[in-house]
């Protein structure tokens, strides 16, 4: 390790000289000849902002910052990353994701100094000219920063959190009082909020139809052993019933595209003798799921459960009717009808 030792050495050489050190000095210092001076310092200056300072005829090189802030200066392509997320929120209508990942850029951005700004300004143009966010159809909802705030504060307090609350259902908006057991976010942003004093379960309540909240006084946070990434796994989406075991079989004509895909995280996905995949996990949601397996309509069977078939079924009825009435068209009616009696 004796090479290691001396670049290492060089580097701090380099960090703790006000004055810089030559070639001939760094060779001196490390015991080593000018061409192996020469290439480790080289090496260094691939890692490092390495400074030359011009002194008669000779060169003097020296490390100007601290070797902790060699490592905490985020790169171009770091801060183009999160300005794409911010850009990408604002046109998704996520105001207030948006505006917290944006405060976050301008200290990023802030925190750098004239030097590390012109370092990266070129490379960061680039990156954030040609780099977006993918925004995708879905439902457009308007977050108020003071819920997600209100909400991010009941949380750090451990106290619940009280509002009025409207659905499509019910209009006509309702007080409730709940513990924050998280946020999720998503193409739309859930509180995942507890009733106090009950046994239920956690429910969501969308953000953007949170109405006028506030901190409680009452206390209450989610338990010490509350494992949200196991809650969400229990369904397949937002929508919970009855968790059932989904069983999937992938002809070998689609196992290559199945194998980069995840249906949920916590799948088991077995080898099959003729080159197919059978695809295995226990979820909720079988509404979102038999919609999400439209997209692989042909590519795949439902083998089980049949409440995931039955709803499949339904959704196709609901499907067909989107389309041009046929004088020879099979009616949905008949299509599903056809299907069931081959299935048995």
Not at 1 to 6: G, I, T, V, Y
Not at 62 to 76: A, F, G, M, N, Q
Not at 225 to 239: H, K, Q, R, Y
């Amino acid at each position: 390790m004796a090479k290691l030792d001396r670049l290492l050495a060089l580097v701090h050489a380099l960090s703790e000289t006000t004055e810089g050190l030559t070639l001939d000095g760094m060779a001196e210092r490390l015991g080593v000849n000018r061409r192996t001076a020469e290439r480790m310092r080289d090496i260094i200056a691939s890692h490092f902002d390495l400074d030359e300072i011009a002194d008669d005829r000779r060169k003097r090189f020296l490390i100007r910052d601290s070797l902790r802030r060699v490592y905490t200066r985020p790169t171009p392509a770091e801060v183009a990353a999160l300005q794409a997320e911010v850009e990408g929120q604002r046109a998704a209508g996520k105001a207030a994701r948006a505006g917290q990942l944006a405060s976050l850029l301008a200290k990023v951005k802030g925190a750098l100094d004239d030097r590390e700004k012109r370092r990266i300004d070129p490379d960061l143009d680039a990156l954030a000219r040609l780099q977006r966010t993918l925004v995708t159809a879905g439902p457009i909802a308007t977050v108020a920063p003071e819920t997600v705030t209100i909400v991010q504060s009941a949380i750090l307090a451990g106290c619940c959190v009280e509002f009025n609350y409207s659905t499509d259902d019910r209009p006509e908006p309702r007080w409730r009082r709940v513990i924050p057991y998280g946020l999720v976010h998503g193409p739309l942003t859930y509180l995942l909020g507890k009733m106090p004093g009950r046994e239920d379960q956690p429910v969501y309540f969308r953000l953007d139809r949170i109405i006028e909240p506030k901190l409680s006084e009452m206390l209450g946070c989610a338990p010490d052993d509350w494992d949200i990434d196991a809650w969400l796994a229990d369904s397949f989406a937002v929508w919970r019933d009855e968790k059932q075991a989904v069983t999937l079989r992938v002809p070998a004509s689609s196992a290559a595209r199945a194998r980069g895909w995840r249906f949920h995280r916590l799948q088991q996905i077995e080898e099959l003798a003729d080159g197919g995949l059978r695809i295995r996990f226990a979820s909720g949601g079988m509404r979102e799921l038999a919609e999400h397996l439209f997209t692989w309509g042909g590519e795949l069977v439902i083998e089980g459960p049949e409440v995931l078939v039955a709803t499949m079924r339904d959704r196709i009825v609901a499907a067909m009717t989107m389309l041009p009435a046929q004088g020879n068209m099979v009616t949905a009616t008949d299509f599903v009808t056809t299907q069931a009696q081959g299935a048995e």
